[in-house]
C-alpha cells in the first residue's frame, strides 16, 4: 500500500505547535510580528500574501503587509526594508518574490536583517546552513525534511536524487538531505539521462515546474516521492487545475509513500513561513 502523505495534516500539526509556543508565558504578552511585503499586483503573489496574512492570524502573529505599486524604486524599497529592519514590532520580513523588473532581488534580499530573514534566503543565513549553524531554513526545502521525518522515512545512507538547483528549493534540499547523511545527486536541466539518475534513487525529490515531467520510468519501486510542484494546467473540462511535477497517477503504484498535488509540500512551505517567524522572534528575544 502506497502511504499518502498529508501535508495539510502535518502542516495543521506545526500551526498549532507555533500557536501554542507563542502562547506560553514566558513571552509575557508580547506580540510576533510579520511584515510582507508585495510589490506590484501579480494576482497569484497577491494571493499568497492574502494566504500568509491569513496564516499569521491563526496561530497569533501579527501581520503587517506592505503592498507597493509596481513602478516603486529601488531607493523606496530599500528605504522601507531599512525601516523594517529597525522596527522592533517586527521580528520576520518578507519580500514576496519575483520582484517586477527593474527591481534588484539580490540587493534587496541582502538588505534584510539577517536575523528577521524568515525566508532563510539571505547570504549569511545561506552561509549558516552550509556550516551546519542555526538559521532559518528556507521553508519549502525545511517542509519537506517535516513531511519525510513525519512518515518515517530513513534518510542516513539512503539515497536522495533531487531534481532542481534553485537557490530556493532544491540547493537548499540538497543541504538538508546531506545534513541528514543522505548520499545525494542534484539533477538538473542539463543532467545526461535523467530517468536512469532518477531510478537509483531511495528518495526522489521532483522541483522542477513542469507539469508530470516525472513518471514511471523515473521511478524505481519501493521509492519515496516528494512532489514540490506546483503548475496551473488546463484540464480535460477546460477548467484550471494545479498539478505536480511528478504524473502521480502513474508514480503512485510505485512508490511506497508520496506527496499529492495540491495538499503535500504547498502547505508546509505556509507553516514553516510560521515556525521560521516564532524562531526569529524567540532568537531575538534571547529565548532561543
Ligand atoms: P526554478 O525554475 O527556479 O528551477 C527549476 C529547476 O529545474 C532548475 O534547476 C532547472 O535546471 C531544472 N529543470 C528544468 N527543466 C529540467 C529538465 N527538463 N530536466 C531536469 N531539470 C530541469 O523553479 P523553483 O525551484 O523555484 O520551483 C520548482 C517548482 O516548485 C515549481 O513548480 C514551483 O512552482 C514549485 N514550488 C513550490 C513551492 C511549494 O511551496 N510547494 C515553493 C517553491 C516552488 P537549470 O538550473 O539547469 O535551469
Not at 23 to 36: F, H, N, Q
Not at 180 to 195: F, G, K, Y
Not at 245 to 250: C, M
Not at 251 to 256: D, E, F, S
Request: glycine share 10%; aromatic share 2%; charged share 20%.
Amino acid at each position: 500500500m502506497t502511504q499518502i502523505i498529508d501535508g495539510n495534516a502535518v502542516a495543521a500539526a506545526i500551526k498549532a505547535s507555533v500557536a501554542d509556543s507563542l502562547g506560553e508565558r514566558e513571552l509575557s504578552g508580547r506580540r510576533v510580528g510579520l511584515a510582507v511585503v508585495l510589490v506590484g499586483d501579480d494576482p497569484a503573489s497577491a494571493a499568497y500574501v492574502r494566504m500568509k496574512a491569513r496564516d499569521c492570524r491563526e496561530v497569533g502573529i501579527e501581520p503587517h503587509d506592505y503592498l507597493l505599486p509596481a513602478d516603486t524604486s529601488q531607493a523606496d524599497l530599500n528605504a522601507l526594508i531599512d525601516r523594517l529592519n529597525a522596527d522592533d514590532t517586527v521580528q520576520g520580513i518578507l519580500v514576496q518574490l519575483p520582484l517586477p523588473a527593474g527591481l534588484d532581488t539580490e540587493q534587496v534580499v541582502a538588505r534584510i536583517a539577517p536575523a528577521k530573514d524568515v525566508d532563510g534566503f539571505h547570504p549569511e543565513n545561506l552561509g549558516r546552513l552550509l556550516r551546519g549553524l542555526d538559521a532559518p531554513r528556507p521553508c519549502t526545502p525545511a517542509g519537506v525534511m517535516c513531511l519525510l521525518d513525519r512518515a518515517g522515512v530513513q534518510l542516513s545512507g539512503a539515497h536522495a536524487v533531487v531534481v532542481g538547483r534553485s537557490l530556493i528549493v532544491g540547493k537548499p534540499m540538497a543541504l538538508l538531505l546531506l545534513e541528514r547523511n543522505a548520499t545525494v545527486t542534484v539533477c538538473h536541466s542539463r543532467t545526461r539521462d535523467l530517468a536512469e539518475v532518477c531510478r537509483q534513487a531511495d528518495v526522489l525529490v521532483a522541483a522542477v515546474g513542469r507539469p508530470k515531467m516525472i513518471g514511471a520510468e523515473h521511478v524505481k519501486p519501493g521509492a519515496v516521492v516528494i512532489d514540490v510542484g506546483i503548475n496551473r494546467v488546463t484540464g480535460d473540462d477546460g477548467k484550471s487545475v494545479l498539478v505536480g511535477d511528478v504524473d502521480y497517477d502513474a508514480v503512485a503504484p510505485l512508490a511506497t509513500a508520496i506527496t499529492p498535488v495540491p495538499g503535500g509540500v504547498g502547505p508546509m512551505t505556509r507553516a514553516l513561513l510560521m515556525a521560521n517567524t516564532r524562531d526569529a522572534a524567540l532568537r531575538q528575544w534571547g529565548l532561543r
